[in-house]
């Protein structure tokens, strides 16, 4: 029962071969080409007819290198592994052989777990006269989806069930929106991901106060996704008041956050889930910031800042600058106000 309930609702692997995996990615082979590789799974829980993964690798502080004694007792068909570590696989094991198998079992990964293409327009689907297509035939729109009249598709969109494309948005190629996601006022790059139910282009939260009463001033700004951007699910992006609201390229945004009308963030960014930008806000290149930081209106961060979990940034960060706190501050004075983080600090160097 448990084999058929994980066939059914568990991811779905292509099955593939060793022999196909090291060609396509350029690895060295051992053993049996032909060993059909049916998923992906840890090490220590992998079974036969799986592919598993054992590395030494320190290029992040958050991958742990497992005893080799896991390597040594792993029942996988076909492990990826370092060159040093060959004599310690199992006997009868496959082995696929990179200095790097942190960066290969990602490629494996898409490659195994690869969705297969979508194309057409559902029935059920509602698109309006005036809707331009670049190439009609390479465009998935699943059931009860909407596509407003002056929308641009470029080739290879997806829209899945249930999302929202209002009037005179554009899709770049190959640009995937999930299902519950709403979009107006919005261009939208090539490759980019929004997830499910985000919103974008909506109206920002612009009042004033006016006879003593608040009053909403109207938005006639736009928001700019360039390529690759990676937006969360249940995230908001409001649309610029005058000036539009503009996120780089390659820059990824997790689930729950919010950026503010005018917002302006750099390329290659990362935003934890939680993270809220206020209005005007201006982000530069290569900036990372932790869960739940929350950004004053018309802050500036400079290139490469980091700023840690739960900070309240509401004073400009120079460029490089790692803060944290609440309010934010440089990282050396976070830690000499808490004299317990900074013990915790000394004992992990």
């Not at 082995?95 to 195994?112: A, F, H, M, Q, Y």
């Not at 107006?184 to 009042?207: L, P, Q, R, Y």
């Not at 610029?240 to 990824?252: H, N, P, R, S």
Request: proline share 5%; aromatic share 8%.
């Amino acid at each position: 029962m448990k084999r058929l309930l994980q066939l059914l609702f568990g991811p779905h692997a292509n099955k593939t071969t060793a022999g196909e995996l090291a060609k396509k990615f350029g690895l060295e082979l051992k053993g049996d080409p032909k060993t059909v590789v049916g998923g992906v799974a840890p090490i220590a829980d992998a079974k036969p007819g799986q592919l598993a993964f054992y590395s030494t690798e320190r290029n992040h502080v958050v991958f742990k290198i497992l005893p080799i004694e896991v390597l040594k007792n792993t029942k996988a068909s076909v492990i990826l592994l370092q060159p040093e570590q060959i004599n310690d696989a199992p006997d009868g094991a496959t082995l696929l052989i990179t200095d790097s198998p942190r960066s290969n079992i990602i490629k494996i990964i898409g490659e195994i777990y690869r969705e297969k293409p979508r194309f057409g327009v559902s029935y059920f689907a509602h698109v309006a006269r005036g809707v331009f297509f670049r190439k009609k035939s390479t465009v998935y729109i699943g059931q009860f989806a909407t596509v407003e009249r002056g929308a641009v598709l470029e080739p290879g969109v997806k829209i899945y069930p249930g999302a929202f494309i209002g009037r005179n948005v554009v899709l770049g190629a190959n640009t995937v929106v999930c299902s519950g996601a709403h979009i107006e006022n919005a261009t939208i790059g090539s490759e980019c991901v929004i997830n499910a139910n985000a919103v974008i282009g909506k109206d920002g939260f612009g009042f004033t106060r006016q006879n003593g009463h608040n009053v909403f001033i109207p938005h006639a700004g736009r928001v700019i996704l360039n390529n690759n951007v990676w937006i969360g699910a249940n995230t908001c992006i409001d649309r610029g008041l005058m000036a539009d609201t503009v996120i780089g390229e390659d820059t990824k945004i997790d689930n729950l956050c919010q950026v503010g009308h005018g917002v302006v963030i750099g390329k290659e960014c990362f935003f934890a889930s939680g993270c809220g930008l206020a209005g005007g806000a201006v982000i530069g290149d290569y900036v990372m910031m932790g869960g739940q930081t929350g950004v004053a209106n018309d802050i500036h961060i400079g290139d490469y800042a980091q700023i840690g979990a739960k900070s309240g940034v509401n004073r400009d960060v120079p460029a490089r600058g790692r803060w944290m706190g609440y309010p934010a501050m440089p990282l050396r004075d976070f830690l000499r106000n808490n004299p317990w983080l900074h013990d915790k600090k000394k004992e992990n160097q």
